[in-house]
């Protein structure tokens, strides 16, 4: 029994002694078959499909100026996909290596702001180029016919007139000698490919590192300040008094660390008489001023409203309910966690420092863990 090669590029079993399978055996040979050029095979194989071609067009004379100006034309639009293309890598990957290190701020009109329209330029600039580039290959430098044909069930005949027909066709669009475009094809291809998989940031660069969902800029030493900047002393404040502090961080504008946001709490004398502290958290608060985290551990919405009457803490979004005499315990709501108490003391200067991170992470219950 005899092995067929049905590679493309192959004879597809023609040059095998045999009958066809499922081919016009009668009218031609292996034998016959075999003598034939691809080309031929391809006529052939057409003719036996049943197509009749109505009109060709052999494309651009080759080395011709018209297609010398088509190469360019597609060379320069793969060299652009894959110039923005690496771009993107670059800007993506350099963010905080040696391109400034960007984050969401409200009112950021630098590097920041730019970071993200950047990327979606300049991947659809790579996408838009690579559609660009293969129009003008398609429509100015391959051959172009127009034909009819008869749908037929597939045989042995032609799978064999069928490679001869695939691998005519890649010598057709005469890439082999287009060096400008295949080059260019393949530039463009590896920065297409690490565009797409720069998303994936993840696997390069660990956006988890330092536990950012389990920690905030709060610390030792760190000062408590108003959104304008200015810290505070035990006394700025009335009893049964509201404040919302930020962390005073060297360098960097406090007021955008969302997961920092504090309630710093004045209570009355008589609220500071019914006070119950968590256990462990009883030395958190200085005085009669206690800190919890703004950020409900419900869904995070921010629980700002206070009522100093009843001692509750309200979040306006799910009405949440929590009393600050009982450690911010949660009294009404879907809330089933505590706001997390920031433990804090004043400085040698008198105004008012954290002494520690939160214990616990802020947030919605599901980040409810132990930080180690």
Known sequence: MSTRDTRPGSAGGA????????GPDDEYTPEQLAT??????????????????LHVDPGPEPGSPVEKRAVRQVGWSFTIAGLASLAFVVIYVGSGWFLPDWHWEIDDHGWSALFTPLLGALMGLALIMVGVGLVLYTKNL???????????????????????TLVGGL????????KLITRSLAF?????GLMLIMPLGGLIKNPNKGNPLGTTPWGEGVRLVRDDGTPIRPGDQQPGSLETVFP????????????????????RPEQLEADRPRPGQEDFGYGDYVAYSKICTHAGCPVSLYEQETSRILCPCHQSQFDVTQGAKPVFGPATRALPQLPITVDDEGFFVARSDYIEAVGPTYWNRERI
């Open 15 to 22: 040059d095998v002694p045999g009958p066809l399978h499922g």
């Open 36 to 53: 034939l050029s691809r080309e031929d095979l391809d006529r052939l194989g057409a003719r036996y499909d049943g197509v009749e071609i």
């Open 142 to 164: 391959l051959p172009h016919e127009t034909a009819v044909q008869d749908k037929h069930d597939a045989s042995y005949f032609d799978r064999v007139t069928a490679a001869a």
């Open 171 to 178: 010598e057709k669009s005469g890439l082999k000698r287009r």
């Open 188 to 192: 463009m291809g590896g920065g297409l």
């Open 248 to 267: 005073a961080v060297p360098g960097g504008n406090s007021v955008h660390h969302a997961d920092a946001a504090t309630m710093l709490i004045r209570l």
